[in-house]
């Protein structure tokens, strides 16, 4: 966890710093916004920006993004203004923190941005088979291509890889390579000398360049464009890299680690993936099994989620009944181990008495976990035959009278329920890409439709 430190350091400031620390962050620190972009530009990342209120945060979001650079902000105060805080918020701030701090509050903002407290829990053969082969690999330099469903845990594992690397102290970089527009993709893993476009007004150090010396995970490389996969080869066989108007290349020394939901090799077949980069890539291949072919994860990650969430929440850790066990290990788990870390946090939350029972595990329509069972058991009293005759009156009665491309918006906006508005788990069970969904969201935001919000079930009405 990289915190950078915006203002000027006072005593209660460095109270909070040192707070920070000992929850494991590594601080930096800068008094003025514009020294903060200046930074984040060179490539000395953060994962969060902590910025005095006092400060003009609105003007520092701005410059970011007009750098291309994305961080979370959280507003701090020593004076704990209530006008001050709310301005702040209304900037862009994701929270607001009150100095002197609470320990706390601290720990809980940190946990919220970081992804680093995720362990690898595992219980089940096949999975720690899979962990013994990770620690095989971990030490030697091989690029790793981690595939599996969406949800299975694939970041956490090249987190894993990292952490028993010979890098572990070097960063840990992760790139999102299908949350990216194409257009920007390059400059955000190559960066970009001054004026190489519109709105390029310093250099600025790519994720490769920032990841020197340590680990580059490139996240869903299924996604990049066939394109930019060629600069991406060039840059792993040479080791060297082009920044977007460079004249001249640039070495770097990292580890590559990605991850894929999709076959690759028919994306091979295909042409939408090119062959010698996934041979470059697949030196070491770890496939991470769904949750249903790892069912006995199910009950100890349920337990690591209760006790997170109960310590998040400030809720007693209860314990999940046995009935409740049950259904948790008898649940499909489409989303996989995020579905299941999501619904310990309602349990947490929605639990009474003295443990966590079958009623407080829910799906996020507010569902029981149960229903869905019950509901088959009901039509299980019929025979096959009856079952499929019944299923297809249903789909013929609720989609006859409609447009395809109604049928179609209804299809996608269930789907995209269905995964608690993951849009990767979506487009690969739509059969996809992420890019024609985000397409197809942004074009039903605009007719004013809500849209899931990513991992949460709840409507928005954009398509983020």
């Known amino acids: 966890m990289r915190l950078l430190v915006v203002g000027k350091i006072n005593g209660q400031l460095a109270s909070a710093v040192k707070m920070a620390m000992a929850h494991g962050a590594k601080v930096q620190h800068v008094e003025r916004a514009d020294q903060a972009t200046e930074q984040l530009r060179r490539g000395q990342g953060a994962d969060l920006l902590m910025v005095d209120y006092n400060l003009d945060i609105a003007g520092l979001i701005a410059a970011n993004e007009a750098e291309r650079i994305f961080v979370p902000v959280v507003a701090c105060g020593v004076d704990n203004d209530a006008d001050k805080a709310a301005a702040a918020i209304r900037a862009g701030a994701k929270e607001f923190i009150p100095l002197p701090p609470e320990a706390d509050l601290i720990a809980a903002v940190l946990s919220a941005v970081s992804d680093d407290e995720r362990p690898m829990i595992s219980a089940d053969p096949s999975m720690k088979g899979v962990i013994q082969l990770a620690d095989q690999v971990a030490r030697s330099e091989a690029s790793i291509l981690i595939t599996g469903e969406s949800g299975v845990g694939k970041e956490v594992m090249a987190r894993y890889l990292h952490g028993h690397s010979r890098r572990a102290d070097k960063p ?52 990049m464009d066939v394109r930019l996969q060629a600069k991406l080869l060039r840059a792993i066989q040479e080791r060297v890299i082009d920044r977007v108007g460079g004249s001249r290349p640039v070495p770097v020394n990292i580890r590559i680690i990605a991850t894929s939901n999709r076959d690759l090799a028919k994306s091979v077949a295909e042409g939408a993936f090119r062959e010698d980069l996934l041979y470059r890539l697949n030196v070491v291949n770890l496939r991470l099994p769904s949750l249903r072919e790892r069912p006995g994860d199910i009950a100890v990650l349920a337990d690591h989620f209760v006790k997170k969430y109960a310590a998040a929440n400030g809720v007693p850790v209860r314990p999940i009944s046995t009935e409740a066990r049950r259904a948790l290990v008898s649940h499909r788990w489409a989303g996989n181990v995020r579905e299941l870390e999501n619904a310990m946090h309602r349990a947490v939350l929605l639990a009474v008495g003295s443990e966590i029972d079958v009623d407080a595990i829910r799906l996020p329509d507010g569902q029981p976990l149960d229903a869905s069972a019950s509901a088959g058991a009901a039509v299980g009293d019929a025979g096959p035959a009856a079952r499929a005759a019944q299923a297809a009156d249903a789909v013929s009665r609720a989609f006859v009278g409609q447009t395809v491309a109604a049928m179609e918006k209804t299809l996608i906006l269930d789907t995209l329920s269905h995964c608690l508005g993951n849009r990767t788990h979506a487009a690969n069970i739509l059969g996809i890409s992420i890019r024609t969904l985000r397409n197809k969201l942004n074009e039903y935001a605009d007719e004013g439709t809500a849209i899931p919000a990513p991992q949460s079930g709840v409507a928005t009405g954009h398509a983020a």
């Open 172 to 223: 840990f970089i992760s790139v999102n390579c299908a949350a990216i527009p194409d257009n920007l993709l390059e400059s955000e893993l190559f960066g970009h000398e001054k004026g190489a476009f519109t709105g390029a007004l310093a250099r600025r150090i790519g994720k490769f360049e920032e990841a020197d010396g340590g680990t580059l995970l490139l996240d869903e490389i299924s996604e």
